[in-house]
């Protein structure tokens, strides 16, 4: 295993320990003005999100209305209403997107997908970098926040959806994360730098609670005046 993956996981409370676990589920609430360049509303409320830790799985609760949930994986995300009912399906979902640039809208379908990648990445970090399939280099530090960050270059298998395969991550002299770098390909390769902070400590085990993502330029450099999305975790528990 990479040395700096070693120590993250360590200070994140040990592989062993989120292995000991199924499930994870949080409430998440979200917004920015990305989400309207997609046609959707800006500020999103307070939704039950689950994922599971062996694997690539996420189910939000409720989703679009009351009675509706979505379950997502990889090759397929469904939306079903209160009696298990499928209403929206979408299958092979990555290949929906060709063609979809940084304003084109999505439906409700493409926006659950996007979720389902999205949120499990964000929760299931850094363990899922011990996944089989990763590739894992670690680079030249970088200076942010009067801090040295080691860097983490990743590679991620075909078989794991997220942003993007070829990411950066940035761990902090705590070795916990500090910022996450990818292209946002379902949006036309979006450029983004994305922050995450207020850890919190459930079962010994150590998330963070805000995220903050901004569009990054010329040189990769982050423009954090020009917020793109924001996102909050709350009630964590393992089931």
């Given amino acids: 295993m990479n040395d700096l993956l070693k120590h993250v996981l360590d200070a994140y409370g040990g592989l062993d320990r989120w292995h000991s676990h199924s ?6 609430a979200t917004g920015g003005p990305f989400w309207p360049s997609k046609g959707i509303a800006e500020n999103h409320g307070w939704g039950n999100v689950t994922i599971r830790t062996a694997s690539e799985w996420t189910r ?29 399906e979408l299958v092979d979902p990555r290949a929906a997107f060709k063609g979809y640039g ?17 949120l499990w990445t964000y929760l299931a970090t850094p363990f899922l970098l011990a996944q089989p399939g990763v590739e894992l280099t670690e680079g030249a530090p970088s200076y942010e926040d009067g801090e040295v ?44 730098a994305h922050y995450v902070s207020d850890f919190v400590e459930v079962e010994g085990l150590r998330f963070p609670s805000k ?29």
């Fill in 102 to 118: 940084p304003h084109s809208y999505w439906d409700a379908s493409r926006q659950a997908y996007f979720n389902g990648y999205a």
């Fill in 23 to 28: 499930r994870l589920s949080v409430k998440s």
């Fill in 211 to 239: 995220r903050r993502a901004y569009p990054r330029g010329e040189g990769g450099q982050p423009d954090r005046n020009q917020l793109l999305v924001w996102i909050r975790f709350d009630e964590f528990r393992f089931d």
């Fill in 149 to 192: 960050w080691r860097v983490l270059d990743v590679l991620l298998p075909e078989t794991i959806a997220s942003h993007s395969a070829a990411q950066r991550f940035y761990f902090g002299p705590d070795y916990l994360l500090r910022r996450q770098d990818y292209r946002l390909d379902v949006s036309g390769g979006t450029q983004v």
């Fill in 60 to 88: 939000i609760a409720p989703y679009g209305a009351p009675d509706r949930t979505m379950t997502f994986v990889p090759e397929r995300v469904v939306i079903e209403d209160g009696d298990r009912q499928i209403v929206q």
